[in-house]
């Protein structure tokens, strides 16, 4: 109730901002076990249950989470692909079903997650695993990972970041 309760908020506000770019919302905490991966991913499922489109994006690459806890492949490409070998961000997708009790995540065809935002979104939750690890702050300072944030939040009514604790 908490998570649909501040999707709802998080929602009015945009909707009173009417930007037309999806909203970015970067998630993090002071230390580690706070719970900011737990609140990333339930925010993102309240926003999608709300029928917004949402992409959520592991930064956290010292400990990254978002690919264990969607159940994704260990091997699974994300962020680290896209940044440093130049992998298209829709190569990198995997959707999320909501609605589809059991149903395992699978990788997105790059014709689902289109700039055309249908009334009803088809999947409303993709996500971006970390796709490996990396201490430097290397991969999230590069342009390259501005340009994916720019690409999604084109694509998205909001795009959820998992990023590392301060």
Do not use: C
């Amino acid at each position: 109730d908490t998570y649909a309760l501040l999707a709802a908020s998080l929602e009015q506000d945009e909707t009173e901002r009417h930007s037309g770019e999806a909203m970015v919302i970067a998630v993090t905490s002071a230390v580690d076990g706070e719970g900011k991966t737990t609140t990333a991913v339930n925010l993102g499922i309240a926003m999608a249950k709300r029928g917004m489109r949402v992409a959520m994006v592991d930064f956290d690459l010292r400990k990254p989470a978002l690919g264990r806890i969607f159940d994704l492949p260990s091997h699974a490409e994300g962020v680290f692909q896209v940044v440093r070998s130049g992998r298209s961000v829709e190569s990198v997708l995997w959707s999320y079903p909501i609605a589809e009790n059991g149903a395992p995540p699978r990788r997105l065809p790059n014709t689902q997650f289109s700039p055309a935002k249908p009334a009803q979104p088809k999947i409303p939750l993709v996500v971006v695993p970390a796709g490996g690890s990396d201490r430097s702050g290397e991969v999230a300072r590069s342009p390259k990972a501005a340009k994916m944030i720019t690409w999604l939040r084109h694509q998205a009514d909001v795009v959820i970041l998992d990023t590392p604790p301060a």
